[in-house]
């Protein structure tokens, strides 16, 4: 689920995750149902360029594919044959025939395919054309690699949840630095390398009927305001870069204002929109997406860029993330006396995974005090006893959870977390009670550093997954559940730590991050903000 954050990425992620499933779905429906028009008449020079979901056109010789949900592609007519700018997806095909028909062009004058970015949506068919018309698939240098070898996945969707959508090698047959300029009849393109969406995301700047038309892909998503920037907020797998996307922006703010902006989803604005775009609009709209990058890339270096993404790093001193077992987190806490362990996830693998992963921080197993418990649900207790029975730990955890742990580990040392014994008195532990789920669990925070801490365990809950996985409980409670996620609220953590990281998101959180996740959990219970 980074997840690759800013002060509204929470929120905007969801809406944006909300609107591709339900694109997807109208996309199925369509391809069974829908029938494109024989014909659409041209747009003519005084009319606003409004984006509709379907084929138009917006100049002579210009159109849009706009029925290829989530994204769209667009056409260019020369004396030479037809240049297409991204094609959609595989299963996206038919569609995109009908409408070319539609809009009376013939598919087999397709000479090019210009790719602006190497994520499913926008180039999964360019095979298929190819294939059937023999036009060359040009594509940026920085993600041919992922075309050709057909991945990996979280490179071609990035967060999005399209698990059923097949991937195939994708021929690149030009790659693109951005120094090019492409010609076909009277077409003369400008390559504009626009790093930081992904690392090969390229724009296209044409001079088309007497106006400058810029293909932005997904560098600038829509015109009511939304840049592509959610992936540099993601995790590395996830190829966004927030320095990259920094220098795009600053670079096309020196380029004057396209007369027209054709981006790659126009279909998820919230509003009727203008393809022609102002200069104060250029501006404001790139000078806004620099700040963000700005601010991005300055908490990276101060804070580092903590994703909990299965790779081990010290978050904070004394702090460290070792990694992911069965697909959860596993955290210890460190001073010069003690080492203490957050869950036990694992099973028997628990022991030898510790030992290989402390000493990447100079530490040692036998050095294990204490194995911290936010819950006592196999996911997180799985390799208790083993840990247990290697070191001698104690555990700490609420008194719930007391029947639970003497029946995995019968000799193992309770302890509460309002008794701990002084040589653990520095953890200073706060226990928040999440209440409401079938089974009590326990957030810990604490204190270290100046910044508060929050290991929350399996809660909040996240976007619903499969309820099989025993992490994923519907609430027994709703009441009760509602008033957990308030007293999480009140914890205002800097760092979070849970036991499944969504995306591999960013340990540190800012601004509007805690609230947007917390009020993300209140609508997967059916309640919005």
């Not at 701990?420 to 532990?429: I, M, S, V, Y």
Request: glycine share 8%; aromatic share 6%.
């Amino acid at each position: 689920m980074r997840l690759t954050r800013h002060d509204r990425f929470g929120r905007k992620l969801i809406l944006v995750s909300m609107t591709v499933a339900s694109l997807i779905c109208v996309l199925v429906v369509t391809l069974i149902n829908e029938e494109i028009p024989d014909s659409v008449p041209a747009e003519q020079p005084e009319k606003p360029a409004i984006f509709v979901p379907g084929p138009q056109t917006f100049a002579p010789g210009l159109h849009v594919l706009g029925a290829l949900s989530p994204s769209v592609a667009y056409v260019l007519e020369t004396s030479d044959g037809l240049i297409l700018v991204d094609c959609g997806l595989r299963q996206s095909h038919e569609l995109l025939l009908k409408q070319m028909q539609a809009l009376h062009l013939n598919v087999a004058d397709l000479k090019m395919i210009l790719i602006t970015h190497g994520h499913g949506d926008h180039y999964l068919g360019a095979m298929q054309l190819r294939e059937l018309t023999g036009a060359k698939i040009y594509a940026g240098a920085g993600d041919s690699a992922v075309l050709r070898n057909a991945g990996p996945r979280e490179a071609v969707f990035s967060t999005f949840p399209m698990d059923n959508v097949p991937i195939e090698p994708t021929v690149v047959d030009v790659e693109l630095s951005g120094s090019e300029t492409i010609e076909l009849g009277e077409a003369v393109i400008q390559v504009l390398a626009t790093p930081g969406h992904t690392p090969g995301s390229t724009c296209y700047l044409v001079d088309w009927a007497g106006k400058t038309v810029l293909f932005s892909g997904d560098t600038i998503m829509t015109i009511d305001g939304d840049l592509g920037t959610y992936s540099a907020y993601l995790a590395p797998e996830f190829r966004g870069d927030a320095q990259a996307y920094l220098q795009t922006l600053r670079d096309l703010q020196h380029l004057p204002a396209p007369d027209l902006l054709l981006p790659g989803h126009p279909e998820t604005q919230r509003r009727m929109v203008n393809a022609r775009v102002s200069p104060e609009w250029w501006s404001a709209t790139l000078s806004r997406g620099i700040e963000q990058m700005e601010q991005l890339v300055a908490r990276f270096e101060t804070d580092g860029a903590d994703f909990l993404d299965g790779i081990p790093k010290q978050i904070a001193t004394g702090l460290f993330y070792l990694g992911d077992l069965n697909q959860t987190a596993v955290y210890c806490l460190s001073d010069d006396a003690a080492l203490i362990l957050v869950d036990a996830p694992g099973g028997a693998k628990l022991v030898d995974f510790l030992s290989e992963h402390l000493k990447m921080f100079g530490r040692e197993l036998p050095m294990l005090d204490a194995v911290i418990l936010t819950g006592t649900t196999p996911t997180l207790v799985a390799g208790l006893s083993s840990v247990v029975n290697a070191t001698g730990c104690r555990i700490i955890a609420a008194e719930s959870a007391r029947a639970d742990v003497e029946r995995l580990c019968a000799n193992a040392a309770f302890t509460l977390s309002e008794d701990l014994p002084e040589q653990l008195a520095w953890l200073n532990l706060e226990r928040i009670p999440v209440l409401g789920f079938g089974s009590e669990r326990s957030a810990w925070l604490l204190n270290r550093e100046g910044k508060r801490i929050l290991f929350s365990g399996l809660a909040p809950l996240l976007v619903p997954s499969d309820p099989a996985n025993d992490w994923y409980l519907t609430p027994l409670d709703l009441p009760e559940g509602l008033r957990s996620l308030h007293r999480l609220a009140g914890t205002r953590p800097q760092i979070w730590l849970p036991a499944r990281p969504n995306h591999g998101q960013n340990a540190n959180l800012y601004g509007r991050d805690w609230t947007d996740t917390l009020n993300q959990s209140r609508m997967s219970l059916g309640y919005g903000y």
